[in-house]
């Protein structure tokens, strides 16, 4: 039944990821103001691992020293690429935050890239972001455009060791298995932050919708597309993530998209579907 659940073609597990990560925010934006970026973030990675873990089940003593390599830093990543994105935001707009953070993505794309059509995408890609960039003069943190940068420093090994994880172990028992160690990074900054100090079943509750929405189902839905998509192709598919958060402020937060945003919009899906339609099998 698990096999079929996620029986998805590469292309589409990457944007059912994106609108599901996507609807998780705006729960999380609403439980920042309760318990902080770093109570959110173990709430949503820890019930993540316990959901993750029940479901595919792992055998833990049946992974190879091999795979251990792998898994370990990979999950090591996925927790501080989601702890630091948080502190990001809780300083910076989200859409600029996204912006900075997928500099680790393109970063992928431009190193795994050999054609000259490749780099087409890449800049329509740049060019997006650019344009869905809020570059006014404002008084914009700078530890938080700090802490952005390095969640995609993070999103980029992500990447990376996703694809060679996805290898070597089934997708499931990958992404629980490095749940698990995201998990162990992350609990103890919500328990040092004491975001973790006064939860209720609301939260429990919240933590929950956030952990499937933002955690489970699209990790879940990216490994499988890690293994089957070249990392380049992957990280321009992942350029969607800018313009989802300007439609999804648009959905949830009545935001109008400014023609700067609707160019950003335009640049990206030409970049995510020109990748995908050119890049070799």
């Not at 190193?111 to 000259?116: A, Q």
């Not at 943190?141 to 969640?151: E, Q, S, V």
């Not at 648009?250 to 109008?256: A, S, V």
């Amino acid at each position: 039944m698990q096999k079929k659940l996620f029986n998805i073609p590469p292309v589409p597990a990457v944007i059912l990821a994106i609108i599901s990560v996507q609807s998780g925010a705006a729960i999380a934006k609403g439980l920042f103001p309760a318990i902080g970026a770093a109570g959110t973030a173990s709430l949503r990675i820890g019930i993540s691992a316990i959901i993750l873990l029940a479901i595919y089940r792992p055998n833990l003593f049946k992974i190879t020293a091999n795979q251990w390599k792998f898994v370990i830093p990979y999950g090591l990543s996925l927790g501080a690429m989601n702890l630091i994105f948080y502190l990001a935001i809780e300083r910076i707009p989200i859409g600029l935050a996204v912006t900075l953070e997928f500099v680790g993505p393109l970063l992928v794309a431009v190193w795994g890239s050999k054609r000259l059509i490749d780099f087409l995408w890449i800049l329509l890609a740049a060019a997006g972001i650019v344009l869905i960039a809020p570059w006014t003069n404002n008084g914009i943190d700078i530890l938080g455009m700090l802490f952005a940068l390095l969640a995609g420093g993070f999103w980029a090994a992500y990447i990376v060791l996703g694809g060679k994880t996805s290898k070597i172990m089934k997708g499931g028992d990958a992404v629980a298995t490095g749940m698990l160690f995201a998990s162990i990074l992350i609990i103890p900054f919500g328990i040092l932050g004491k975001g973790l100090n006064d939860l209720t079943p609301t939260f429990f509750y919240l933590g929950t919708s956030l952990a499937l929405l933002s955690s489970a189902i699209p990790f879940t839905l990216e490994m499988k597309a890690l293994g089957q998509l070249p990392a380049k192709t992957f990280s321009i598919l992942m350029s969607l993530e800018p313009a989802a958060t300007s439609i999804c402020a648009l959905i949830f937060l009545h935001e109008l998209l400014s023609i700067n945003e609707v160019l950003a919009v335009i640049c990206v899906v030409i970049a995510s579907a020109g990748s995908t339609m050119t890049s070799k099998a």
